[in-house]
């Protein structure tokens, strides 16, 4: 399973997909915090957080992940890789937990050098450290746990299909629906008692717990499930071949 995770790491780093994936992610984040006149703005809001960081990371990850995850196990299918990548002496978790993990480091990755905003919120807070380091920690936690089950999907949705747009289509309307698509069902206001339970059904309602600085082990049981729920999903995908 190693050498299958050095594999695709290789894949991304030897290849323009990584860096282009972590600058994208980087890029887009800092001109909303620190160049387009607007709420998130750190200089035109006057407050010492990044709350613009983790309100506009989750949707940053709607595409980017999906684009990321969308050639796992699509581009082997259409080059033909998948039959001998299958009859290797690995299991099908193994594989699938390699290509996972990689797309798991990538969002690591992506998140470590965004740690350089957080110190420029420190120190140019009045007075200096006059910051919700709490809050700030456990939004990181929560943005890399989120960030954990979007990759979950995006191997999910590139099992399923050997057309890569198709996978980034599929992935992309995943994690949109499991991040807001919940929230929008509860805020209608249709289901009386159960809305509650509906709205708890989506990321969003666990994202923005963690986000307070609380790591509720409600809310880690919940990403560990959205996680391995995808990840056994597609498992199924890559056993079916055999039915």
Not at 25 to 34: D, E, G, K, W
Request: hydrophobic share 55%; proline share 3%.
């Amino acid at each position: 399973m190693y050498i299958l995770l050095k594999r695709e790491l290789n894949n991304f780093f030897n290849s323009l997909i990584g860096y282009i994936a972590i600058v994208v992610f980087l890029v887009i984040n800092s001109l909303f915090l620190f160049v387009f006149p607007i709420n998130y703005n750190l200089f035109e809001s006057g407050y010492a957080n990044l709350d613009g960081l983790f309100l506009l990371g989750p949707f940053v990850f709607l595409s980017l992940i999906p684009a990321i995850t969308m050639r796992f196990f699509a581009d082997e299918k259409r080059t033909g890789t998948i039959e001998l990548l299958l009859t290797k002496p690995l299991t099908d978790i193994q594989i699938i937990l390699a290509k996972y993990l990689a797309g798991l480091v990538l969002v690591l990755f992506s998140l470590l050098p965004t740690l350089v905003y957080f110190f420029t919120v420190y120190e140019f807070g009045l007075p200096p450290g006059n910051v919700d380091a709490g809050a700030t920690w456990g939004s990181y936690i929560g943005l890399f746990l989120l960030g954990a089950g979007f990759v979950a999907i995006g191997t999910f949705a590139s099992a399923i299909t050997e057309n890569q747009i198709v996978s980034f289509i599929v992935a992309t309307f995943f994690c949109a629906f499991t991040y807001i698509g919940f929230e929008l069902i509860y805020s209608l206001d249709f289901f009386g008692q159960f809305d509650f339970f509906i709205r708890n059904l989506g990321i969003y309602a666990h994202y923005t717990s963690m986000s307070r600085g609380v790591i509720d082990s409600r809310d880690l049981i919940y990403f560990l499930s959205i996680t391995v729920l995808f990840l056994l999903f597609t498992k199924v995908v890559l056993e079916s071949r055999k039915w």
